[in-house]
């Protein structure tokens, strides 16, 4: 008999668990840190340990992730996609080998393979003779979403596969986000009136299920492949070691760095290292590492459960969220008007800094939260890099805490504030908002943008307050006695920043289009849209012309014009050629890239060269090689057994080329 406060408990941590899951997995919106969530699992798993007899299929401890969205068509695995078993020690790691051992029932050497965990979204590749043919998300283990349309659109993924492949190949890995690539893209979507993300992993999921694969496409997705499902025709592979490198071979990523351990002291020290030594510098946000048995005929031996392999082992590291106290919320003003709130909190040590301000991100989150001014919040650094307020420990509430308001006008003109319908973010459309104008120009002065050193916050503030800058191009403008009249300033640094801005006028096209804020360009789109126009051009083109553009959508399309439109805009323009920047558009060595803008796409088998060879040689002479045909398409080259892309050439009117044709224009 179980007693009925233990059942009463399973109960409620069960639903507790179900309900996090929910957010996390199906809605991409974790409640909690995994800390927390990890904390619960555990106490759960404990009590259904001590009483077996409260076993249930229907318990989280049972079952793998959240159930695949109605958005997308369902796709079942061949190969259920199982989880990982977690532990949080040196000691645990050292009881699961135990345990591995006592199942094998004799005692052999076992070595291992390590890797990171890579804090993404599972996500399974089906290449049929090499060609990439489907994607999904894991879903609930047994049927995930079909995402290959989205997978198609990434630029880190391989359609085709290199050397020597199997026939059916259906590898499994993780969509990431590097954490610098995390920062560009909130920054992006923030530009655009959109709601930033959370977190890294929020941002990879968010990208990878949505419905339009041109935004999957910007949203500089990675993918590390750390396993497989189906692996037909072709050597199977012996070892983990065995399998990364060919798939590497394949042209496929794989996780880095990774580590070879002939014993479990040497996977123990790999453990203890990664948090303070190979964390900090990894890149990408990783909550642990994962130790393999590396022999593939041992994991055949091993098997696995209902929920995961026995074989492998996710070591994570005990709790790093911390407890500290929201003292205010401020609300700050950004470059594009979007206001966002944030939480000023009493210092607090988390992961190696001092925390004392973090992004609340917009007003939602506030009350997704249920934060009020004066609470116990816990504190995670996302990536260890960029602290958020994860969650409120309402349990330490005493009353006296005081509930959050929505401004209704702007923190630093006063002007109205507004919320695009379908947007959550809330935003100040006053033009000549200072709070705006500073960001602008702190933007316009970056490093990417213009580059003007020794222009930061402080001078910036200075110049705007006093109504001595009203925007870009009145820097140009500036005099010694303008910089001396600035708190601090002495001879010497005036006449360096007045060198700084001059120099600054030489800065190629493509550096003034990225520093103009422009919603939607980003460094990449500004270098491609410098190719291709002048700045006069571009302030005349039509959004159509625009879209004709390889690499520019409809959105950024629509963004440009409605961006030249705007007022003041044009003076703005028009004062910056006064002053002498450069307008011209950027021209590639003549000769030497005659393909450039140009995207060609190969279908069939070529004679004199192989597919790799082909697309080598356009890249080189400046052209794009795209795996599918759009209207975008410059040629189809098509050689024996053409397929389907020579279907849909036909069908868009793109100019096809045989062998003879390309290798006569690619001479
Ligand atoms: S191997 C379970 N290796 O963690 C089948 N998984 O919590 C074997 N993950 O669903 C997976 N990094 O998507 C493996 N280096 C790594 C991983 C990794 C992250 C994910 C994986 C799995 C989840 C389980």
């Known amino acids: 008999m179980i007693p009925r406060k233990i059942r009463e408990d399973i109960e409620k941590l069960r639903r507790e668990i179900l309900r996090l899951d929910k957010l996390y997995y199906e809605e991409d919106k974790p409640e909690v840190p995994d800390s927390v969530y990890d904390g619960l699992v555990a106490k759960l798993k404990a009590l259904e340990e001590k009483y077996p007899e409260s076993l249930a299929p229907e318990s989280p401890t049972q079952q793998v992730g959240g159930r695949p969205s109605a958005a997308f068509k369902s796709v079942r695995h061949a190969v259920a996609m199982l989880s990982l078993d977690n532990a949080f020690s040196e000691t645990e790691l050292r009881e699961w080998e135990d345990k591995i051992k006592r199942f094998l029932r004799r005692e052999v050497p076992i070595r291992y393979l390590i890797e990171p965990k890579i804090d993404g979204l599972s996500c399974a590749l089906t290449f049929e003779n090499g060609e990439l043919v489907g994607a999904a998300t894991r879903g609930d283990g047994q049927t995930g979403e079909d995402v290959t349309a989205n997978v198609l659109a990434m630029k880190s993924i391989p359609k085709r596969l290199k050397a020597v492949f199997p026939e059916v190949l259906e590898v499994r890995g993780e969509v990431f986000l590097r954490v610098d690539d995390f920062e560009k893209v909130n920054a992006e979507v923030e530009a655009a009136g959109g ?15 949505q419905k339009d694969p041109a935004i ?15 692996w037909r025709g072709g050597g199977v592979p012996e070892t983990q070691r065995d399998f990364l490198r060919r798939l590497e071979s394949m042209g496929l990523p794989v996780p880095e760095p990774v580590w070879e351990a002939a014993t479990i002291d040497e996977a123990a020290a790999v453990y203890r290292d ?33 929920k995961s392999p026995r074989w492998a082992l996710a070591v994570k590291y005990p709790a790093e969220a911390v407890k500290t106290k929201l003292l205010n919320v401020e ?48 504190l995670e650094r996302a990536g260890e890099v960029i602290p958020h307020v994860v969650g409120v420990a309402k349990e330490e509430r005493t009353g006296l805490e005081r509930q959050i308001v929505e401004p209704r006008s702007c923190p630093s003109c006063g002007g109205p504030l507004t919320r695009e319908e379908g947007f959550v973010a809330l935003r100040c459309d ?3 908002c200072p709070a705006q104008l500073k960001r602008r120009i702190l933007h316009f002065a970056s490093r990417p943008g213009m580059d003007i050193r020794g222009l930061g916050e402080s ?27 600035l708190p601090l300033f002495k001879d ?57 553009i390889p690499e520019i959508g409809d959105v950024m399309s629509r963004a440009i014009v409605d961006y030249f439109r705007a007022p003041g805009v044009r003076s703005l323009i028009k004062r910056l050629k006064a002053a002498g920047l450069d307008f ?40 794009k090689a795209a795996s599918s045909v759009s209207k975008k398409t410059s040629y189809v080259v098509a050689g024996s057994e053409a397929g389907s892309k020579l279907d849909r050439a036909k069908a868009l009117g793109v100019p096809i080329l045989d062998e003879k044709e390309f290798l006569e224009l690619v001479k």
């Open 274 to 306: 990664f948090k303070a030594k190979i964390l900090p510098g990894l890149g990408y946000a990783a909550d642990g590492i994962v130790v393999k048995v590396d022999s593939f005929k041992l994991r055949a031996e091993l098997g696995e459960t209902a």
């Open 195 to 209: 709601e930033p993300f959370v977190n890294a992993r929020n941002c990879a999921a968010g990208s990878l299920r």
């Open 492 to 548: 010497k640094k005036t006449q360096n920043l007045m060198k700084e801005i001059s120099e600054s006028k030489s800065r190629p096209l493509s550096r003034l289009l990225f520093a103009l804020g422009i919603p939607h360009v980003g460094e990449k789109a500004a270098e491609t849209l410098a190719e291709h126009s002048s700045l006069e051009e571009l302030a005349e083109a039509k959004a159509e012309d625009l879209a004709s």
């Open 331 to 378: 609300f700050s003003v950004g470059r594009s008007g979007v206001v966002t709130p944030v939480a000023k909190l009493k210092p607090v040590f988390c992961s190696g800094v001092t925390v004392s301000s973090a992004t609340l991100h917009n007003f939602d989150e506030i009350k997704r939260l249920g934060l009020k001014v004066g609470d116990a919040v816990w």
């Open 216 to 230: 999957t496409a910007r949203r500089r997705l990675r993918f590390f492949a750390h396993s497989y499902g189906v």
């Open 459 to 485: 001078v910036v503030d200075g110049l705007v307050d006093s109504g001595r800058v009203k925007d870009a191009a009145e820097i140009y403008g500036l005099s010694l006695g303008d910089l001396l009249k």
């Open 430 to 432: 006053n033009p000549a």
């Open 584 to 623: 011209k558009r950027v021209e590639r060595a003549a000769g030497a890239k005659p393909l450039a803008g140009k995207t060609f796409v190969f279908t069939g088998g070529l004679r004199s060269l192989s597919r790799e060879e082909a697309e080598s040689r356009v890249k080189t002479m400046g052209a």
